[in-house]
């Protein structure tokens, strides 16, 4: 498994921007990925890249809003505007090394970061 740790979670006002970042301990992943969770709910898929290329995919509740991007193939990031008070969750950072499969859904990811929380007021 891969260590993985979030950071820049906080809390914000409606319509505000907020960044978050994933540091992996290893190099050799194939896909990243943010999920959220909110209280009593499954994760929810976010947004993931391909470490090795391809086009990233999002949520269909975030599209437009948010942009996932890498920083060589160790850190994740997540550019999070125009965000609502629904975008309260604890967001994950998470990673697979050996399938490519299931993008947005969790069971696609076999190691995952301790959460970052995200506080939207409205």
């Known amino acids: 498994q891969v260590h993985l740790v979030e950071s820049g979670g906080g809390s914000v006002q409606a319509g505000g921007s907020l960044k978050l970042s994933c540091s992996a301990s290893?190099?050799?992943?194939?896909?990243m990925a943010w999920f959220r969770q909110f209280p009593g709910k499954e994760r929810e898929g976010v947004a993931m890249?391909?470490?090795?290329?391809?086009?990233p995919r999002y949520g269909d509740s975030i599209k437009g809003r948010f942009t996932i991007s890498q920083v060589g193939a160790k850190t994740l990031l997540l550019h999070m505007s125009a965000l609502k008070s629904e975008d309260t969750a604890m967001y994950y950072c998470?990673?697979?090394?050996?399938?490519?499969?299931?993008?947005?859904?969790?069971?696609?990811?076999?190691?995952w970061g301790q959460g970052t929380q995200v506080t939207v007021s409205s």
């Open positions: 998470a990673a697979s090394q050996d399938s490519v499969a299931w993008p947005l859904s969790p069971e696609g990811y076999d190691s």
């Open positions: 290893r190099d050799n992943l194939l896909k």
């Open positions: 890249i391909y470490v090795r290329g391809g086009e």
